[in-house]
């Protein structure tokens, strides 16, 4: 079974123009975020796919590989699609590029699950993480998913899923953590397949896979990532990593 990770990474971002190239101690966050999935050691290989000369240069000036979008996308999983076709291997771990503090555990979480999977009855992986904060359960920015007994996906919602009918019953709520790995070919069938009504009206692009009839496999992690969309978070992923470098001092 070859394993490859794929960060997909666009230049255009509305709230932080370019920051993937923004810098992260004397590294680009995009850079960043590539060799810190290569030292995992989970991976055969691991790839950027990107719609921007910049940084694909960035990548591969620093020995890294890179691959070049050719079409618009609606979804990172349609990029990664394209990306992928032509390629060999079996299994696709999708890392964001805007998260560049890698954590092995929950990717190899992910891995595990495709290994053991002897059936090859799941198409997707993703993570969740436990929800207790009633205003992030709310909140619509916040991705809540149900599942089945058997840990696959029954839904995905921006609405609050399970609704407490009866107010007194504690429900458990649970958040997706938008870290996927996908069978390959499932990930090239998604890419043909038409929007339906759930995902268009939600925006949550693994409702595509719910919807006609595929299996998305929940794995239950404590991982919080540290994700750059502004400046400020691009200031505090710098204090992070000063941190870590004195630690280890």
Not at 17 to 39: C, F, H, Q, W
Not at 215 to 233: A, M, N, R, S
Request: charged share 35%; with cysteine; net charge negative.
């Amino acid at each position: 079974m070859k394993i490859i990770a794929v960060i997909p990474a666009r230049y255009a971002a509305s709230r932080f123009p370019a920051k993937l190239m923004g810098m992260l101690g004397d590294k680009t966050v995009i850079r960043s975020t590539y060799e810190n999935a290569k030292e995992t050691q989970l991976f055969d290989d691991v790839f950027v796919v990107t719609d921007s000369e910049i940084i694909h240069n960035e990548i591969t000036r620093h020995g890294g590989k890179a691959i070049m979008s050719i079409k618009e996308h609606e979804t990172g999983s349609d990029r990664i699609a394209e990306a992928v076709e032509n390629l060999e291997c079996d299994i696709i771990i999708n890392i964001q590029g805007d998260e560049p503090f890698v954590k092995k555990e929950p990717l190899a979480q992910l891995v595990a699950a495709f290994r053991q999977d002897k059936e090859e009855e799941i198409d997707v992986a993703t993570l969740i993480r436990k929800m207790d904060d009633w205003d992030l359960i709310k909140d619509p920015n916040y991705v809540k998913v149900i599942k089945d007994k058997d840990d696959y996906a029954l839904y995905f919602s921006r609405s609050v899923i399970p609704y407490p009918r009866e107010k007194d019953f504690k429900a458990g709520y649970f958040e997706h953590v938008g870290v996927y790995a996908f069978r390959k070919q499932s990930l090239l069938n998604f890419a043909k397949l038409p929007l339906l009504q759930n995902e268009k009206a939600e925006k949550i692009e693994c409702i595509r896979y719910l919807e006609y009839g595929m299996k998305i496999k929940l794995i239950e992690t404590d991982f919080v990532g540290v994700e750059i969309d502004t400046p400020e978070d691009l200031e505090k992923a710098n204090d992070i990593l000063k941190k870590q470098i004195n630690d280890k001092k």
